[in-house]
């Protein structure tokens, strides 16, 4: 299989890859053609079935056996006359996906391919499933993209291109102000719903973004310069 760049290798950073992808695969099918709704929805339950997996199976069960190490500790060297039960496993929160085949990241990055290669394939689709990697171009080198801010009753719209990233650092700074963190966001747009400093006085704002994989990676954006309150 060829090396893939755009599915984090870090298992607490592939949950919002999978929300993301999964939430933006069926709104993507109708315009990739050559792959059914069917199929996509098939993928999406196999990558349910995964992110149970690391968001609550395999926690539960590190919980489970950091309380068996500490039972067995104290059975063997604490004190006290009371006898101790063994602890039960922790019950699983249901509802639990249906299990499904062994093999669904092969699974997955099989059916990336082939959207990759789909008739309607733009590398627009790309960016919003997530799916460009460093072979691909472009993220390694190219800062995330902010388009067209907005003010929408008093709130500033930020839509961006990620790039195959899982998000993006949000710093932003008033007239006289230096540049200060304001969000880590994983999902375009992001809404400042920040106060006028001043009720009723207009004010300007200016952005910049950098890719965000866990840590804040790459060269910041160019700036977006927007007036708020007019």
Same mark, same amino acid.
């Given at each position: 299989?060829a ?8 298992q607490? /950073? ?15 099918? #109708?315009?990739?053609g ?14 349910? &079935? ?7 199976f @395999?926690p539960l069960?590190?919980? !489970?056996?950091q ?7 104290v ?5 006290? !006359? ?12 249901t ?7 062994? *093999?669904?990241l092969?699974?997955?990055?099989? &059916? ?9 394939y ?10 460009? *990697? ?15 801010p ?6 500033? @719209?930020?839509?961006? $291109?990620? $790039?195959?990233?899982l ?13 200060? &963190?304001l ?10 719903a $920040?106060?006028?400093?001043? #009720?009723?006085?207009?004010?300007w ?13 790459g ?10 309150? /007019?």
């Amino acid at each position: 299989m060829a090396v893939q760049r755009y599915f984090p290798e870090r298992q607490a /950073n592939q949950i919002p890859w999978i929300n993301n992808f999964n939430e933006n695969l069926p709104l993507n099918i #109708p315009t990739l053609g050559g792959i059914t709704p069917a199929e996509g929805d098939a993928l999406i339950a196999e990558l349910v &079935f995964y992110r149970y997996l690391l968001e609550t199976f @395999i926690p539960l069960r590190r919980s !489970d056996s950091q309380a068996a190490t500490t039972y067995r500790e104290v059975m063997a060297y604490g004190s006290g !006359d009371t006898p101790l039960l063994i602890p039960e496993p922790t019950a699983l929160p249901t509802p639990i996906p249906a299990p499904v085949e062994p *093999g669904i990241l092969t699974r997955l990055f099989d &059916f990336v391919q082939r959207i990759k290669t789909a008739p309607g394939y733009t590398p627009n689709i790309g960016e919003e499933l997530g799916i460009i *990697g460093a072979q691909d171009g472009g993220p390694a080198t190219t800062p995330p993209e902010i388009i067209d801010p907005q003010v929408q009753a008093g709130v500033v @719209i930020l839509k961006f $291109r990620k $790039r195959g990233h899982l998000g993006v650092t949000i710093e932003s700074r008033r007239e006289g102000e230096a540049w200060a &963190f304001l969000a880590i966001d994983t999902s375009s747009p992001y809404d400042d719903a $920040r106060p006028l400093k001043v #009720p009723g006085m207009p004010e300007w704002r200016e952005y910049r973004m950098r890719y965000w994989d866990g840590e804040p990676v790459g060269e910041w954006s160019d700036l977006a310069h927007i007036t708020v309150g /007019n």
